[in-house]
């Protein structure tokens, strides 16, 4: 089984409607964050958490929202989904210092039309 | 700032050896972090360096100059399955930030 878990995998779905992006881990690290990649841009930052009393925006948060429901658990939403938010979606997690490296899912890729 | 760059295409041979190159400019680094990514695929972690100095991990070695903003992931004896895209991620304070990587073919 996977370490780090992302579902759904891929997701088409209207400009406007609201979605829900899961990431659940067996790890037991701390942090978990949300990234997402783009072609020609790289992984970008969109939210991140230390524990489950603690969100902090990353460097593209607006249109997302995040809930971190238990250590496992870190779920990205998008309330109004629009075309330009169409990317891969990566869910990472880490231990609890800067020099640890990220563990990161399967991707979930997401088409807005 | 966080500029963080390095080529965006290299080919190589079967067997030969390549360097990829990444210079960054990160305010407050704390470490640089590099990682394979197939196509289609979840970044996997290669190496870490915060010290000046070269990290050896078999057939990859990653080099780091804090003084010059400057890192290099080496990968020797290459293998058709390293044809994948190299990502240079510069920490600063409790966050990575990405290049946006560096796509290898590896040719016979």
């Known amino acids: 089984d996977a370490d780090v878990t992302q579902t759904p995998r891929n997701r088409i779905t209207k400009t406007g409607k609201r979605i829900m992006l899961e990431c659940s881990q067996t790890k037991g690290h701390d942090r978990m964050y949300w990234y997402r990649q783009d072609p020609g841009l790289g992984l970008r930052l969109i939210y991140y958490?230390?524990?489950?009393?603690?969100?902090n925006k990353g460097e593209i948060s607006d249109g997302y929202s995040v809930s971190r429901q238990a250590q496992a658990k870190f779920s990205l939403s998008l309330e109004s989904a629009i075309p330009n938010q169409t990317a891969l979606y990566f869910c990472?997690?880490?231990?609890?210092?800067?020099?640890?490296?990220?563990?990161f899912g399967d991707g979930t890729r997401l088409s807005i039309l | 700032g966080q500029n963080i760059d390095q080529p965006t295409e290299m080919t190589a041979t079967e067997g030969a050896i390549v360097q990829i190159n990444c210079t960054y400019q990160t305010s407050g680094f704390n470490g640089l972090f590099w990682y394979q990514q197939h196509a289609g695929e979840a970044p996997t972690f290669l190496s870490y360096?915060?010290?000046?100095g070269l990290e050896e991990k078999g057939r990859f070695s990653s080099f780091l100059s804090r003084s010059k903003g400057y890192s290099y992931l080496l990968l020797k004896e290459l293998q058709m399955k390293d044809s994948a895209s190299y990502l240079c991620a510069a920490g600063r304070g409790n966050n990575l930030f990405f290049g946006t990587g560096t796509r290898l073919t590896v040719i016979p």
């Open positions: 958490s230390f524990d489950v009393k603690d969100i």
């Open positions: 990472a997690t880490s231990g609890g210092n800067s020099n640890q490296p990220q563990h």
């Open positions: 360096n915060v010290l000046d």
